[in-house]
């Protein structure tokens, strides 16, 4: 990777960047201040750890500071790193960076439990999650909380997740069976961490800092980092994730009235996070854009550099060629794909269910990460438009069933919702202050017209394997398996283009083709 110049910036007025000049010490041992850098939703952004590790090391190496590194989670999953190597190029570029402490987002569980078990002691430090347990255990997966020591004082690290993960990603969390083998404490979440934080203090931790990936939007299971401050005493500051919200500072008052900040970088390193601990015991936060860190780390440049030789091998075969741009967002940058349909989900469900050569094709908005820009077409930007180990499945359900997950999983309109049905072969409208759908057709490939949907009819769905593993609020969990394939989502979406499109993308999918009616009513 090509070194960044280092400008004019010294090492001293980096720290000027990561503290305020009166916290810059007299004694270089007993009066340091303690910088904490964090990050969080990376989604597999690896190039900007070298900018992480290289601010680090910058800062320790004046010495005019204590420094650490924390992760507030979903760092495996959202792009090729972590897809073609189910995160295991993420694991080789983090181990470098020197983290503290690190915890669990909700995309830690995509590659299912086993996985995501044996890639996180490889990143060599503590894993930190105080909700984590398997039933039956009294101990949680991973340990609560860990205490690190910055000369003279110590500080505890506190990790918690976002119970959303057991409907995100059930398939973590249950057998096939539907047995439910982990879970997330839903109902206790506020208590463990307050048992954490209490145990941390009695163990002489001068101060405690929650990471936390719960987000600042009110989930469907769960809750909010402002809510779980306001539940809880003793933490001094959280560290937060999930709702991808850039916060350099936010305060809410804890169960004794006592002000407590919170901060959040955003997603893809557009931020560093930085906590600043003064001499005094002053804490402050804020980010630090990353374009604006002139630093690299010579050895996570080179685990980089490494991660993208192996990607370019697989993803740099051309596809297919676009005249237009296939998306997953709106203007502002909002996840349309989430609450309305768009060109990219009509392509890729006409994709499965021609592939798997069923009437209906449906998939999840959730299961899109990135859009695909016009022009040529890799197998690195598929990848990256799906980047999830998402297997082609054959099923069949009623009517009834296809009406009811329709309902179910437009609910939430016109907020996001990850379930949220992108359909081929199908058609619906959604009146969302009403939270009911109507008009619900279905192709005939006979005769060309649109046949309302039976209640008591049976039709065949191509999807991926997400509907048998928790998909679709489990709408559709019970429902004959027709066929399973060993093959990719994105595989077919690729192959799609390249042989039955002739690797040109049609004109018909400039535009999304009217298959989801969104009403105000």
């Known amino acids: 990777m090509k070194r960044t110049g280092y400008f004019l910036l010294t090492v ?44 680090h090391d910058a800062i320790e190496a004046s010495d005019t500071a204590w420094v650490a590194t924390v992760s507030c989670g979903d760092y495996l999953q959202g792009g090729n790193a972590g897809a073609l190597s ?25 590659y299912g439990m086993d ?14 999650c105080a909700n984590l347990y398997k039933n039956g255990s009294s101990e949680p997966c991973f340990a609560s909380y860990t205490i690190k020591e910055y000369g003279d ?57 929650v990471l936390s990936h719960l987000g600042e ?34 305060e809410v008052a804890n169960l004794d009235g006592k002000m407590i900040p919170i901060s959040q970088t955003g997603t893809q390193f557009a931020n560093v996070g930085k906590l600043v601990i003064s001499a005094s015991g ?4 804020s980010l630090v854009p990353i374009e604006d860190i002139p630093y690299e780390s010579a050895s996570v440049s080179a685990a980089i550099d490494k991660v993208h030789q192996g990607l370019d091998q697989v993803t740099a075969r051309k596809v297919a060629h676009s005249d237009f741009d296939l998306i997953m967002r709106d203007a502002d940058g909002n996840r349309l794909i989430r609450r ?59 009517g009834a069933d296809i009406l009811s997950m329709l309902k179910r999983c437009t609910s939430s309109l016109p907020s996001e919702e990850g379930q949220f049905p992108q359909v081929s072969g199908l058609r619906y409208t959604i009146h969302q202050q009403s939270d009911t759908v109507s008009d619900v057709a279905v192709f005939d490939e006979g005769s060309g017209d649109w046949i309302p949907l039976d209640p008591a009819g049976r039709y065949t769905i191509a999807s991926s394997d997400y509907y048998a593993r928790g998909g679709f609020y489990d709408t ?29 993308i049609p004109a018909i999918y400039a535009q999304p083709q009217g298959r989801i009616t969104v009403l105000d009513d």
């Open 476 to 504: 559709l969990k019970g429902s004959k398996q027709l066929a399973y394939s060993t093959g990719l989502v994105r595989d077919a979406l690729a192959d799609y283009m390249e042989k039955n499109l002739g690797g040109v």
């Open 86 to 110: 189910r995160g295991q190029y993420i694991v080789d570029v983090m181990k470098e960076v020197g983290y503290d402490a690190v915890t669990l987002g909700n995309h830690e569980f995509d």
């Open 340 to 398: 309305g349909e768009t060109n990219l989900a009509d392509l890729l469900t006409d994709a499965v269910r021609y592939v798997m050569d069923a009437q209906i094709g449906l998939f999840n908005g959730g299961g899109f990460r990135n859009g695909i820009s016009a022009g040529t077409i890799t197998y690195g930007d598929i990848a990256n438009a799906q980047p999830f180990d998402d297997h082609l499945a054959k099923f069949e359900a009623t």
């Open 12 to 55: 001293l007025s980096l720290l000027l960047i990561a503290c305020e000049r009166e916290d810059i010490p007299t004694n270089p041992e007993s009066g340091k201040s303690i910088v904490i850098l964090s990050d969080n939703d990376v989604h597999c952004a690896i190039d900007g750890y070298t900018r992480l590790a290289g601010l």
């Open 282 to 285: 002053r804490i402050t936060t």
């Open 153 to 209: 004082r110590s500080v505890a690290f506190v990790g918690v997740t976002t119970p959303e993960s057991m409907i995100g990603e059930s398939y973590s969390f249950y057998d096939n069976d539907g047995k439910q083998i982990y879970d997330l404490r839903t109902d206790y979440v506020c208590n463990l961490v307050q048992i954490a934080v209490n145990q941390a203090r009695s163990l002489g931790a001068d101060y405690v800092i």
């Open 217 to 250: 939007e009110q989930p469907a299971l769960g809750l909010t980092s402002h809510q779980l401050i306001a539940s809880t005493r003793g933490i001094d500051a959280l560290l937060d994730g999930h709702s991808h919200s850039v916060i350099p500072h936010d």
């Open 115 to 128: 996985r995501m078990q044996e890639l996180m002691p490889q990143i060599g430090v503590p894993i930190v």
